[in-house]
C-alpha cells in the first residue's frame, strides 16, 4: 500500500506539472490570437528562388511593409516562382507574389499552363522592372547560340518556375523540340550552379533581373559565359508574344562578359489577388514607394524600377483597385 500511495503521488505531481505546462501553453496561445485578432492580416508572400533576384527583394518589401502598414503581416517565402506563385495565389495560399507579364496574362486568360482554369482575378500592384532570360553556357562546352543546346545536357528551369515557361517558348523557336530536344535537369538556380561547376550541364536558363546571383556565381566560379538571342529570333517571338521586350546586358555586367547581350526581357510584376482589401492595398502601395530609396540597399535591381512606368507593359492585366487609386492620386496612371 505504501508503494502504490507513493507512485499515486508522484503520478498526481506530474499530472500538476502537465496542466502548469499545458496552462502556459495557452497563455503563449491565446497572446497569438490577440494579435490575430486585433485586426491583422497574414498575407503570404512567395517570391522565388533563394539566389535569384527578388527573393531578398521580397523579403526586404514585407518588412518594410510589416513595420509601416497597420493590420497586416506580410510573411515573405522562397518558392520555384512564376507558376507556382499563381497557382497559390489561385487557391488562396499566397495573397501577393511576383511574376513576369507574360505568366500572368497566361494565368489571366487561361492559356497553356492554366488552359481551363483562368485566373481571373490576378491583380497588379506595380510593374516593375524588367527580366531578361539570361542563357549561361559552360564556356569549354562548345556552344555559342542556343541552337547549338540541341541534344545537350541543359538545365531549362524548375518545373512551374518562369525559366522553365520561357525555355518552352525560346527553344522551339530554334527548331529544339521540348522537352524531348534537350538532355534536360528540372532544377532551380542553386542546383544549376552546382551542376555547372561540376560539369553536368552544359547551360541553364536564368530568368531574372540582372544582376543575379544564379548568375554571377556561374560567370565567376563555375566556367559559365553568357549568350544572346539572335536579332531574328527575337523580332519572331516578340511578334507571336506581346509582352516581350528587347533588352541588352550591357558588357561588364558578369565576369567573363566582353560585350553587350542582346535578348529578350519582360516586365516583372508585383500581384495580389482582387479580394484584398482595397484600402490595405492602397497602402502598401503607398508605402512600397515611399521607401524605394530603402529597398535600393537590397539589391541593384531597385534602380531600375520606376514609378512613372508602374503601369505600363502589363500585357492587358487589370490593376488593383487599391493601387489603381494610388497612382491615380500621383497623377501616374497610364491607361493601356
Known amino acids: 500500500m505504501k508503494t502504490s500511495f507513493k507512485k499515486l503521488w508522484k503520478i498526481g505531481i506530474l499530472i500538476g506539472l502537465a ?10 496561445a491565446d497572446g497569438g490570437d490577440d494579435e490575430t485578432s486585433s485586426g491583422n492580416t497574414e498575407l503570404n508572400f512567395p517570391t522565388a528562388s533563394t539566389t535569384g533576384t527578388i527573393y531578398p527583394l521580397g523579403a526586404a518589401m514585407a518588412n518594410i511593409w510589416n513595420n509601416e502598414v497597420d493590420g497586416i503581416r506580410v510573411n515573405a517565402q522562397g518558392s520555384n ?17 511576383f511574376a513576369t507579364a507574360g505568366i500572368v496574362w497566361e494565368a489571366y486568360n487561361g492559356e497553356r499552363g492554366f488552359k481551363d482554369r483562368a485566373y481571373e482575378d490576378v491583380r497588379v500592384m506595380a510593374g516593375l522592372y524588367y527580366n531578361p532570360n539570361q542563357f549561361v553556357i ?9 541552337a ?18 520561357e525555355s518552352s ?33 552544359d547551360g541553364a536558363l536564368i530568368q531574372a533581373g ?52 542582346n535578348t529578350l526581357g519582360i516586365k516583372m510584376l508585383l500581384l495580389v489577388d482582387a479580394s484584398l482589401d482595397d484600402d490595405q492595398v492602397y497602402e502598401m502601395t503607398k508605402v ?21 512606368e508602374a503601369t505600363l507593359d502589363l500585357s492587358g492585366i487589370p490593376l488593383h483597385e487599391g493601387a489603381k487609386r494610388y497612382y491615380e492620386e500621383v497623377d501616374v496612371l497610364v491607361e493601356e
Open 148 to 165: 547549338d543546346l540541341e541534344g545537350r545536357r541543359f538545365a531549362p528551369g524548375a518545373i512551374g518556375s518562369t525559366p522553365e515557361v
Open 81 to 97: 516562382g512564376g507558376v507556382e506563385n499563381l497557382n497559390l495565389l489561385k487557391e488562396g495560399e499566397g495573397q501577393i507574389t
Open 210 to 261: 540582372v544582376p543575379t546571383a544564379a548568375v554571377t556565381e556561374m560567370t565567376a566560379t563555375a566556367g559559365g559565359k553568357l549568350i544572346g538571342i539572335e536579332d531574328e529570333v527575337r523580332e519572331s517571338l516578340i511578334d507571336e508574344y506581346p509582352w516581350y521586350s528587347d533588352v541588352t546586358i550591357p558588357a561588364g555586367t558578369y565576369d567573363n562578359q566582353d560585350e553587350d547581350v
Open 138 to 146: 559552360r564556356e569549354d562546352s562548345g556552344v555559342e547560340s542556343v
Open 19 to 28: 496542466l502548469i505546462v499545458s496552462a502556459c501553453g495557452s497563455n503563449n
Open 169 to 201: 517558348i525560346i527553344l522551339p523557336a530554334y527548331g529544339i523540340g521540348y522537352p524531348d530536344g534537350i538532355k534536360e535537369n528540372f532544377i532551380g538556380f542553386t542546383e544549376a550552379i552546382d551542376l555547372m561547376r561540376n560539369n553536368q550541364i
Open 288 to 308: 512600397f514607394w515611399d521607401n524605394l530609396e530603402q529597398l535600393e540597399e537590397t539589391h541593384p535591381i531597385v534602380e531600375q524600377i520606376d514609378i512613372n
